[in-house]
């Protein structure tokens, strides 16, 4: 099991960025590939992007494509999402998670082992 904490949610006018960091444990955080998702009031929890454990492949949500970037620093255990040009859209909860035993990549929450406990991230028009 991994502990996740994320950080560096806020409010920010359309247009803005925010970087949010997640911070794991564990000595084998190289070894997981890690996840971000996202979920607004009353839908489901959706896909945002994901990175594998070396960091070198990522993949993004068509929604975010061009404008988020996802990053890892194994030294510190942290992911990263930056997000540029925000839009109303983007507000959410964003949660990291990470799954263990593989460094692949995953779209599906259902694949991934721990979550952390999400940050809010609002953006206004």
């Known amino acids: 099991q991994v502990q996740l904490v994320e950080s560096g949610g806020g409010l920010v006018q359309a247009g803005g960025s925010l970087r949010l960091s997640c911070a794991g444990s564990?000595?084998?955080?190289?070894?997981?590939?890690m996840g971000w998702f996202r979920q607004a009031p009353g839908k489901e929890r959706e896909f945002v992007a994901a990175?594998?454990?070396?960091?070198?492949?990522?993949y993004y949500a068509d929604s975010v494509k061009g404008r988020f970037t996802i990053s890892r620093d194994n030294a510190k255990n942290t992911v990263y999402l930056q997000m540029n040009t925000l839009k109303p859209e983007d507000t959410a909860v964003y949660f990291c998670?990470?799954?263990?035993?593989?460094?692949?990549?995953?779209?599906?929450?259902?694949?991934?082992?721990?979550w952390g406990q999400g940050t809010q991230v609002t953006v206004s028009s």
């Open positions: 990175i594998t454990g070396s960091g070198r492949g990522t």
């Open positions: 564990g000595r084998t955080f190289s070894s997981y590939a």
């Open positions: 998670a990470a799954r263990l035993n593989t460094a692949a990549i995953s779209s599906t929450p259902g694949s991934y082992n721990d």
